[in-house]
């Protein structure tokens, strides 16, 4: 796999199997936040939370210990 130098919500979401609602509720709990937030536009939208290739591998990790039943709370610990 090529690193980029930084990801989508939707394509982290779709190489960690994480639900993008799972990143929205980590980002907004500061459990997990992005490097590049999600902001508003001037048309009234939203961008995309961007996340550097260390935090893909951190929620690759943090996915693969979730698919082995730990919950966000032992995580967190």
Partial sequence: MKLKKLYSS?????????????????????????????????AGGFTERRYTPIELFE???LADLRHRGFSVPQLHA
């Fill in 10 to 42: 939707r394509e982290v979401a779709q190489l960690t199997g994480l639900t993008a609602r799972q990143l929205q509720w980590w980002a907004q709990s500061r459990f997990f936040p992005s490097t590049v937030p999600s902001h508003k536009t001037e």
């Fill in 59 to 61: 929620l690759l990790v």
